[in-house]
């Protein structure tokens, strides 16, 4: 039966993984994904442990089931000189009325020994990491802990490392997927998800996670024909009702603005795909000056405060068009429902 390795593995219901995304899901939508069938996910990147307890304790009392903690892996530099960013976006500043924040949000952050404690003291039943993973002391802390262990590739060659390192699933992340990249080896080289899930899933033995670009049930009945196990959706589910996003991104969402989606690194500082918007229109979607990720985000808080529909980063993948504002659980049953209708009693990986 379609999917049935991914389900073996992980206890899921439906073989969709509710994608974390960090500011844009939380507690409300992982519930729905969770009663759904699917894995739920709580990323983590931009709270502290102290919130990471609360919600898994929220998600704990409303719904059982398969739950993904999410981390960020990257490495955090020294602060840099901002000056030449700080420039560039000089006019913006004159015509907002504003500057750079004296004290910026804070910044995302990588995991780490206190998000590892927390691990421990829960036990989630999967953690799944994005940019990598990290040093190894800390993450065989994590299997110690139980979790399955997922890791995001975006070329093959990132999929091998990955399985060499022991990750009980591998998240195969085309080109077309909303958000960041989750390119860590060797730069970014762009793959479309068609191209990589079949390369990936002939690569390495263990269970393959499609992403990138699917957002309906034609989507993920194509990625399991291409090999994959399960399929990782995140734009799909940013026009549900639980889902975080705001007013001015749910509209654009639904508007013509979703048809044109490319990678910037205007808003963090690394690239990530989401839809056009004036900044990205005026200083180009790809600036040298942007400061290191995570610092680029900082210097725009201001101006997103006072004007968000031009400044704010609107992420979203390249099938966002096909996206249906549903309530998430129904999202998540019908989606499977009418991709197993498309595959019939075909067995996939
Ligand atoms: C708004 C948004 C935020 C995201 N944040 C995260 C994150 O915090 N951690 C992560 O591993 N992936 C994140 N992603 C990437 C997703 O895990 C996934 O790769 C992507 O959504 C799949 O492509 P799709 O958007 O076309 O479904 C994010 C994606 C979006 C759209």
């Known amino acids: 039966m379609a999917g049935e390795r991914f389900r073996d593995l992980t206890g899921a219901a439906v073989p969709i993984v509710q994608a974390p995304m960090a500011g844009s899901s939380g507690v409300a939508l992982a519930v729905a994904a969770l009663q759904g069938g699917a894995v739920g996910s709580l990323p983590c990147a931009l709270i502290t442990p102290e919130q990471l307890r609360v919600q898994v304790a929220e998600v704990r009392g409303a719904v059982s089931g398969p739950l993904n903690i999410n981390f960020f892996c990257h490495e955090i530099g020294p602060a840099p000189d901002e000056t030449a960013w700080h420039q560039a976006l000089a006019r913006f500043y004159a015509e907002e009325g504003v500057g750079p924040p004296d004290s910026p949000p804070p910044l995302r952050a990588p995991f780490d020994a206190a998000m590892c404690a927390v691990i421990e003291e829960l036990r989630p039943e999967i953690v799944s990491f994005h940019f990598g ?73 263990v269970p393959v996670i499609a992403a990138g670009g699917i957002c309906d049930a034609r989507g993920i009945a194509a990625a399991l024909i291409l090999g994959a196990s399960a399929v990782q959706l995140g734009t799909a589910y940013l026009p549900t009702p639980e889902s975080l996003i705001s007013a001015t991104h749910r509209a654009r969402l639904a508007g013509p603005e979703a048809e044109e989606t490319t990678f910037t690194n205007l808003f963090t500082g690394r690239l990530a795909r989401g839809m056009h918007n004036r900044l990205m229109n005026e200083l180009g979607p790809v600036h040298p000056a942007a400061p290191p990720f995570p610092y680029a985000s900082g210097a725009l808080t201001e101006l997103r405060r006072v004007a968000e529909a031009d400044y704010a980063s609107f992420w979203a993948g390249q099938a966002a068009p096909l996206g249906r504002a549903e309530p998430a659980r129904a999202l998540t049953e019908r989606l499977w429902r009418e991709a197993s209708n498309l595959l019939g009693d075909r067995i996939t990986a």
């Open 133 to 205: 993973l990290p040093a190894r002391p800390l993450l065989e802390r994590v299997r110690a802990a139980g979790a399955l262990l997922f890791g995001n590739a975006t070329t093959v060659a990132e999929a091998r490392w990955l399985a060499g390192q022991g990750m009980d699933a591998i998240i195969a992340q085309g080109s077309e997927a909303g958000g960041h990249a989750g390119y860590f080896l060797s730069g970014h080289h762009p793959v479309g998800t068609m191209a990589l899930v079949p390369q990936i899933a002939d690569a390495v033995d």
